[in-house]
T-cell receptor
Framework: DGGITQSPKYLFRKEGQNVTLSCEQN?????MYWYRQDPGQGLRLIYY???????QKGDIAEGYSVSREKKESFPLTVTSAQKNPTAFYLC?????????????FGSGTRLTVV | DQQVKQNSPSLSVQEGRISILNCDYT??????FLWYKKYPAEGPTFLIS?????DKNEDGRFTVFLNKSAKHLSLHIVPSQPGDSAVYFC????????????FGQGTILTVHP
């Protein structure tokens, strides 16, 4: 079955540590996205990538970094510069051409700073 | 600047009745709109969509209405079922956004048996 796999499901980070969230898709989608969900604030775009080795900042990119070395993979690193990293992180992918498809989402990673 | 707004944080309805979830947008370049449903600790799943060339799209119990002049869309669920209880997100994109969606804040729907 095609889909998006996010891992781990739960992640705990100490203050000052960098952590990396994994996102893999086998849908052959060109575009991939990272969103953050906080209570009452909906989904906010962190980074997105439309092609391998290229990515763009979203609305809240500060304190985050990404890479896109393979079409299937789009890992997100939450750095120590992110002041409030506790949130639910969602990865998504979509075809690049056309607009009628929307996103396919992963099941999310819950990150907690301890 | 919140380009897609869902002004009702929550909605409570009785099983069998109609649920109406509302969404407003400000960007006149948006020409495609989607609704997603999300359960706790899961990723959102696609529910229904509508192109700006239409004013209504129906899929089973779910109907989306688009009023372009008012920049407003709504999702109707008839009849509502307890399994519909979830967070509903409205999203929009334009032909120039290359697939990038802008989401609303979400509305928590609770359907009581």
């Amino acid at each position: 079955d095609g889909g998006i796999t996010q891992s781990p499901k739960y992640l705990f980070r100490k203050e000052g540590q960098n952590v990396t969230l994994s996102c893999e898709q086998n849908l052959n989608h060109d575009a991939m996205y990272w969103y953050r969900q906080d209570p009452g604030q909906g989904l906010r775009l962190i980074y997105y990538s439309q092609i391998v080795n290229d990515f763009q900042k979203g609305d809240i990119a500060e304190g985050y970094s990404v890479s896109r070395e393979k079409k299937e993979s789009f890992p997100l690193t939450v750095t120590s510069a992110q002041k409030n990293p506790t949130a639910f992180y969602l990865c998504a992918s979509s075809p690049l051409t056309g607009q009628g498809y929307g996103y396919t989402f992963g099941s999310g990673t819950r990150l907690t700073v301890v | 600047d919140q380009q897609v707004k869902q002004n009702s944080p929550s909605l409570s309805v009785q099983e069998g009745r109609i649920s109406i979830l509302n969404c407003d947008y400000t960007n006149s370049m948006f020409d495609y709109f989607l609704w997603y449903k999300k359960y706790p600790a899961e990723g959102p799943t696609f529910l229904i969509s509508i192109s700006s060339i239409k004013d209504k799209n129906e899929d089973g119990r779910f109907t989306v209405f688009l009023n372009k002049s008012a920049k407003h869309l709504s999702l109707h669920i008839v009849p509502s079922q307890p399994g519909d209880s979830a967070v509903y997100f409205c999203a929009a994109n334009s032909g120039t956004s290359y697939g990038k969606l802008t989401f609303g804040q979400g509305t928590i729907l609770t359907v009581h048996p």
